[in-house]
Nanobody, 126 residues
């Protein structure tokens, strides 16, 4: 089973930017898709963005469209989430999740992923 590790979280003021990275090990093959989720205190985990590795198709939650960009970096086999114009409501623990094999109809379904990272905290102050 692939292990995922997130990095890049931190604290910023509203309007600032952060870049999260998700690294997989061992990296024996490309996953089918990699998604970023977040969970705010007292709320359910929600899907933020996903990238389908072979097609490079990306999808975003409405709340982050135009502000967040998910991308794959082939130089170090990471999936990154560039977050701009951050707002206090973006605060939460951010997780990356991977599904290794094709299938699954809903990337936002937390049960539809094989591996999860441990999460990284993002705090946006007003």
């Amino acid at each position: 089973q692939v292990r995922l590790r997130e990095s890049g979280g931190g604290s910023v003021q509203a309007g600032g930017s952060l870049r999260l990275s998700c690294a997989a090990s061992p990296y024996t093959r490309f996953p089918y898709r990699v998604a970023w989720f977040r969970q705010a205190p007292g709320k359910e985990r929600e899907g933020v963005a996903v990238i389908f590795i072979k097609s490079q198709y990306t999808y975003y939650a409405d709340s982050v469209k135009g502000r967040f960009t998910i991308s794959q970096d082939n130089t170090d086999n990471t999936v990154n989430l560039q977050m701009n114009s951050l707002q206090p409501e973006d605060t939460g623990v951010y997780y990356c999740a991977a599904r290794m094999d094709p299938g699954g109809s809903n990337w936002r379904d937390t049960n539809d992923h094989d591996s999860w990272g441990q999460g990284t905290q993002v705090t946006v102050s007003s």
